[in-house]
């Protein structure tokens, strides 16, 4: 199994992968260095991967490396989450998410119902990425992360709290407030989860992106070395 690392250094997080003869999978253009006898495949997208880029603004390409050394990736004010998917789990990521994962996670799609995405304000049409298999991965993340488990209930958030989830958990958006009430009750349409299931959950942003997207406008993508 690949060993997942996060390093802080001077207010910026970064991954380091350590692979000893086994395969990971990163975002397109997130590799910063490598050392030892490790080597990049970039392999061509299929179909659903073509669907996938058009519609959730992410690439088509997620390249693989293989061998036995060290790697790691761009650093970034933002933050990142290592997450172990089992088995039997299907966890659904929010677009723009999905950092890296070993081999043997297995990327597929899905796709939200249109008018909850709609409302929410998700577009017509919301395609995300999807991890099934077993086996780790890195999820970028404004913020600490926590996991929220379901059981038969209902989590409802303002705002993009929620950066992914597993299948059991049905995604709608819902008003505040009965109309008219919820025009006087300050808050926006909310984003809804239920059912049973996890949720990867993050409250509170990381001061350093927070101080910088206040600053200047402009949201953190990936790194500022890009």
Known sequence: MAEF?????EGMRQVQVELRDETVRTRYGALSN???NIEMKPCLPNPMDMVRAIFNNETSIRP???GTG?????????GYHILDVASDERWILEPGVYWACEGSVELGLHKERFWPSFRAGDGLFAWKTTLAGEGRVVIRAPGPVEIAE??????????RLVLGRTDGLRFSSRLPAPFPRNLISGQNRLRVFSGTG??????????NEHMYTRMT?????ASLFE
Request: hydrophobic content about 40%.
């Open 150 to 159: 379901l059981s038969d209930a209902e989590l409802k958030v303002q705002g």
């Open 198 to 207: 996890k949720a990867l959950v993050c409250w509170t942003p990381y001061w």
């Open 5 to 9: 690392l996060i390093r802080d250094i």
């Open 70 to 78: 060290s790697m790691r990736l761009h650093p970034s004010l933002s």
């Open 34 to 36: 490598i050392r030892g």
């Open 64 to 66: 693989y490396f293989y």
């Open 217 to 221: 406008g402009e949201s953190i993508d």
